[in-house]
């Protein structure tokens, strides 16, 4: 016998269908609510709102779990790569040895970009945040590519327009930090793998024999494979939103990319690295600063910390302050406002306030720690969480499309004034 719920509304009773889900989430499908109540539900944030079924990425915020097609978080950043993580969560299994070297093949033919590009990167000043230059040209392949925007592109084409977003995400992000530094722009070396071709693309420079360190790059690995997919945050909400317009999937991933640029979401890697700066150059008073976190009036929160989902540690945060310690072990480099993020940690996790919130260090708490340590500019912080969640936001698209969902258009609750007359500007 099929769940249900019963909802009773000016007396009357109504039966809601219950959805229950493979990991026994229950939700209350409210699809024909309006039909048969006259009434909409109403939730800010779509906090307790679920948009869609989706076979990608389980999430459980009490106890801290985190798995992509079934496979635990800890496993993969442990034992898989991050081109074999897209493959999984695009294509729903783990490779096969020759599929992914197809696929990883696949991507090299396409790492480069149109030489056109380059005028549209020149039309950025220096002082451009590298996220707008990327969002730009990501969006920008819609213009080079125009059978991407063909709604029903077999899906061969669709293949295409995957690979292609994989192979040049790491370009544009190499070439957006390349016009912040002014500096030449570099081309792909496809002899070096996903992530260390990428690096070298940000930092070779002219004349000079670039060799990728290993540690650099397998660090930076395990990181694009934590920040990969995280079921249906801010970012990937956009892009499921554009793309269930029919919207092409540059142009879909371009807006999940201007929304993951948001201090509360991606932007927070970088936001905590300044604050830590800042707590450093202030003295370094940990205290201080959690009160500063816990009063309203003060403006001020504790980036890093919180989030919708978790209530517990969020796993990926966990990895990273490992990794973290390693990396900086390994790289000899020694960050004084890594001790003051370990402070931070131990202070607000015995203070009631952040106890009774179930608020705990994200994803964004340590890693800034670990790019900083591999080299990279604060700026660029939030184009590395783009280049790592970039598969998330492709499966998420495909799924959308392969479930031929419809389009996106919540409802609303007017506040607004009830009818009244036009008034003319001279009798006003
Ligand atoms: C990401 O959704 C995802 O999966 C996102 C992400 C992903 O992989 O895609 O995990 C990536 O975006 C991680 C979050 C990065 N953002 C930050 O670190 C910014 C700081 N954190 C917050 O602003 C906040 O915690 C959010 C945005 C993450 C979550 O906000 P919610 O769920 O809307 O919670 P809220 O703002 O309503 O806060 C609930 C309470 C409030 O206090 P009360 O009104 O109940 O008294 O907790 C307080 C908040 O004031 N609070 C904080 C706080 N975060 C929440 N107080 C101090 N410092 C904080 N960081």
């Known amino acids: 016998m099929a769940k249900t719920a019963e909802l009773i509304l000016d ?28 009434a909409i539900t109403l939730d800010f944030g779509y906090k307790n709102t679920g948009a869609t079924k989706s076979a990608i990425t389980f999430l459980d915020g009490d106890k801290g779990i985190l798995r992509h097609r079934g496979y635990s978080i800890e496993d993969l950043a442990a034992k898989s790569s991050f081109l074999e993580v ?46 707008g230059v990327l969002a730009s040209m990501f969006c920008a392949q819609t213009a080079f590519y125009p059978e991407s925007l063909d709604p029903n592109r077999s899906a061969e084409g669709v293949y295409l327009s995957i690979v292609r977003s994989l192979a040049k995400m790491p370009t544009f992000a190499a070439w957006a930090y390349k016009n912040a530094m002014g500096h030449p722009v570099n081309y792909p070396d496809n002899s070096l793998n996903y992530t260390a071709r990428f690096l070298k693309m940000l930092y070779a420079l002219p004349a000079e024999q670039y060799e990728v360190d290993p540690v650099v790059a397998d660090a930076l690995d395990k990181l694009l494979i934590l920040h990969a997919d995280h079921e249906q945050n801010c970012s990937t909400s956009t892009v499921r939103i554009v793309g269930s317009s029919k919207a092409s999937i540059y ?5 999940g990319i201007n929304a993951l640029w948001g201090p509360l979401h991606g932007g927070a890697n970088q936001e905590v690295i300044l604050m830590l700066e800042a707590i450093r150059k202030d003295g370094g008073d940990t205290e201080k600063w959690i009160n500063k976190a816990k009063d309203k009036n003060s403006g001020f929160r504790l980036m890093g910390f919180g989030h919708r989902v978790y209530k517990n540690f969020d796993p990926r945060a966990k990895i990273i302050k490992k990794t973290a310690d390693e990396v900086l072990s390994k790289l000899g480099v020694n960050d004084p406002v ?20 179930k608020l705990y260090p994200n994803v964004d708490f340590y890693s800034g720690i670990i790019y900083r340590a591999l080299g990279i500019p604060v700026d660029m912080f939030t184009v590395m969480f783009a280049m790592g969640r970039l598969p998330g936001w492709i499966a998420q698209w495909k799924e959308l499309r392969e479930n031929k969902e419809p389009i996106g258009r919540p409802r609303q609750i007017y506040t607004g004034q009830n009818l009244r007359e036009y008034v003319p500007i001279d009798k006003r």
Request: glycine share 6%; proline share 5%.
């Open 86 to 131: 897209a493959y999984l969560l695009i294509f729903g299994e783990l490779p096969m040895k020759d599929q992914l070297d197809k696929f990883s093949d696949d991507i090299k033919r396409h790492t480069m970009v149109h030489e056109d590009i380059k005028k549209i990167l020149d039309g950025f000043p220096s002082s451009s945040h590298p996220m």
């Open 338 to 357: 890594l001790d003051i993020a370990l402070k931070l940690e131990e202070v607000a996790l015995r203070d009631p306030y952040f106890i009774e919130r």
């Open 11 to 38: 007396g009357k009773s109504y039966k809601l269908p219950v959805v229950e889900g493979t990991e026994k989430e229950v939700a209350i499908d409210i699809s024909n609510l309006l039909e048969e109540t006259g």
């Open 251 to 255: 142009s879909s991933i371009s807006a």
